[in-house]
């Protein structure tokens, strides 16, 4: 890639929107961990795009990389959970990444092959800030009027926040600020059903 490629790239996704594999260099599990990982955590932080630098393989045997077909394979997978939109070859070493709506998330289809993200914890809202189980509940008011529910019982309403809580906490990385993520999340989605 040429110097002004590279300062367009820069100019475009700056780092806070770019996955460097390569300099990274792990295994391809190590790879596709971290890259759905970060792809999740980027949805959620309302990234429209991103890019994703897996290099070539022009240092493997063979020009072969392993890291840049882990990616490959993830993709698709991402795309049928309602995590990203598309993507599309940028480079022969790097993709561009369409980030779905947070919304959704809760519209992704369960599929026999594919093994759940699981949840960090379990699907439980008593830990959570009062502030949060506001926004939860806010968003199943808003999510559960879409489907055409407008007087919702206090069992539907538990478990349209309970369903959301599952799917937006299972995009969310592990650390100090997850609960700050997950109400920016809830924020996002509830900004999206008004926009809708």
Same mark, same amino acid.
């Given at each position: 890639?040429?110097?002004?490629?590279?300062?367009?790239?820069?100019?475009?996704?700056?780092?806070?929107?770019?996955?460097?594999?390569?300099? #990274?260099?792990?295994?391809?599990?190590?790879?596709?961990?971290?890259?759905?990982?970060?792809?999740?955590?980027?949805?959620?932080?309302?990234?429209?795009?991103?890019?994703?630098? +897996?290099?070539?393989?022009?240092?493997?045997?063979?020009?072969?990389?392993?890291?840049?077909?882990?990616?490959?394979? #993830?993709?698709?997978?991402?795309?049928?959970?309602?995590?990203?939109?598309?993507?599309?070859?940028?480079?022969?070493?790097?993709?561009?990444?369409?980030?779905?709506?947070? +919304?959704?998330?809760?519209?992704?289809?369960?599929?026999?092959?594919?093994?759940?993200?699981?949840?960090?914890?379990?699907?439980?809202?008593?830990?959570?800030?009062?502030? +949060?189980?506001?926004? #939860?509940?806010?968003?199943?008011?808003?999510?559960?009027?879409?489907?055409?529910?407008?007087?919702? +019982?206090?069992?539907?309403?538990?478990?349209?926040?309970?369903?959301?809580?599952?799917?937006?906490?299972?995009?969310?990385?592990?650390?100090?600020?997850?609960?700050?993520?997950?109400?920016?999340?809830?924020?996002?989605?509830?900004?999206?059903?008004?926009?809708?």
């Amino acid at each position: 890639m040429t110097g002004l490629a590279r300062a367009f790239d820069e100019l475009r996704f700056g780092g806070q929107r770019t996955l460097n594999l390569r300099a #990274l260099q792990p295994t391809a599990l190590q790879a596709t961990q971290l890259a759905e990982r970060w792809l999740r955590e980027q949805q959620v932080l309302g990234a429209g795009e991103a890019l994703v630098i +897996t290099g070539r393989g022009n240092n493997s045997i063979d020009d072969y990389s392993p890291v840049r077909e882990s990616i490959v394979k #993830l993709l698709p997978s991402l795309r049928r959970r309602n995590v990203i939109d598309g993507y599309a070859e940028h480079t022969p070493g790097s993709f561009v990444v369409t980030f779905a709506p947070v +919304t959704a998330l809760f519209e992704a289809p369960k599929r026999r092959r594919e093994k759940p993200a699981p949840a960090p914890r379990p699907p439980t809202l008593a830990g959570l800030d009062e502030a +949060t189980v506001k926004l #939860l509940r806010d968003l199943a008011v808003m999510s559960l009027a879409v489907l055409g529910v407008n007087a919702p +019982t206090r069992a539907q309403l538990e478990d349209e926040m309970l369903r959301q809580f599952a799917a937006l906490s299972a995009a969310l990385p592990d650390g100090a600020d997850r609960e700050a993520l997950l109400q920016q999340a809830l924020r996002r989605a509830a900004e999206e059903y008004e926009a809708g």
